[in-house]
């Protein structure tokens, strides 16, 4: 085939360091908007972008120009140093050094968009920690509890 044609799609999520509850309803939309637009300016193109106080979550296509790896430093990094700028409250903010990276078919982009829009909700009843488990166990992933938190 002369041509590369892809379409994967991600659902990506990480925590703050140390799930310090820093996004506040003072930046929330805004870093969300910035997020979203780091993956634009990388060819991601972002379905749905949301979270809680402590997480965030990506919906988006991956490019076939990036490794998912260059992907979230790029997001981490330059969102990072975003948040840093709006205040003396955010000057610690800092990432979790990893992140859960899942592949999802198109069948189920609805229901993850649904559930990415409804996190506060959803975070009424389950820890981050809890939520991510879910999700390792969804896609079979295996971990060790000792290295999945910082």
Known sequence: ?????????????????????????????ALHEYLGGICRQLECTP??????????????????????????EEVKKGSSKWVKTKGDDYGGFYWQDGYGAFSVSQLELEAITEYIRNQHKHHDKQTYQDECRALFKKYNIEYDEKYVWD
């Open 47 to 72: 379905i749905q972008i949301g979270g809680y106080y402590d997480h965030v979550h990506i919906l988006c296509n991956l490019s076939k120009k990036i490794t998912v790896i260059k992907l979230l």
């Open 1 to 29: 085939m002369p041509q590369s044609l892809t379409k994967i799609y991600l659902h990506i999520v990480f925590s703050t360091k140390h799930r310090q509850p820093l996004i506040d309803d003072k930046i929330k939309d």
